[in-house]
């Protein structure tokens, strides 16, 4: 007889990470191909990834920012840029204090305050923002891959007979 148990918090942290890049890249090239439908395209992304967020056993509070900020979206769209802002400025500090990603961090707490300076470009940050951010978690995730090397025979799975 053969069970087949899956150890999986490694590889849920690589599903998530390939996942979050490619909502993230998909929302970038959606943006800059459809600018004119932005409220639907960010508002769609932030429920999306409060969802996914949920899905992976985030702290509540970071799984309801992204919620929270798509519902003004669709209740608002007027208020795109600040809250679009609002949510890159939370989720640039919690990058630069959590996730030890201080260059994107950074780079997201600028794009934030550019936001607000020039609200008429916000489809165009807001692009930039995504691209360079789904570019760099699967920059990381290709690390990671290649990293994983012949060391590594087991994909997780523990078989016990």
């Not at 007889?1 to 998530?16: A, D, H, T, Y």
């Not at 949920?54 to 970071?62: I, Q, T």
């Amino acid at each position: 007889m053969i069970f087949n148990i899956q150890i999986g918090k490694e590889q849920k942290s690589k599903e998530r990470q390939l996942i979050n890049a490619l909502l993230t890249l998909t929302t970038g090239v959606l943006t800059l191909v459809f600018p004119n439908f932005l409220y639907l395209i960010a508002g769609g992304y932030l429920l999306a990834l409060g969802l996914m967020f949920l899905a992976f056993k985030f702290p509540g509070a970071v799984a309801a920012l992204p919620i929270v900020a798509g519902a003004l979206i669709f209740i608002f769209p007027e208020l795109i840029p600040f809250t679009f802002a609002g949510f890159l400025g939370l989720f640039g500090l919690i990058m630069l204090f959590s996730f030890q990603l201080s260059f994107l961090g950074i780079l997201t707490l600028i794009i934030a305050i550019l936001i607000i300076m020039n609200p008429d470009s916000v489809a165009y940050f807001i692009a930039f923002f995504m691209l360079v951010y789904s570019v760099s978690n699967l920059i990381q995730f290709y690390k990671q891959w290649k990293n994983r090397g012949p060391k590594e025979t087991s994909d997780g799975e523990i078989i016990i007979e």
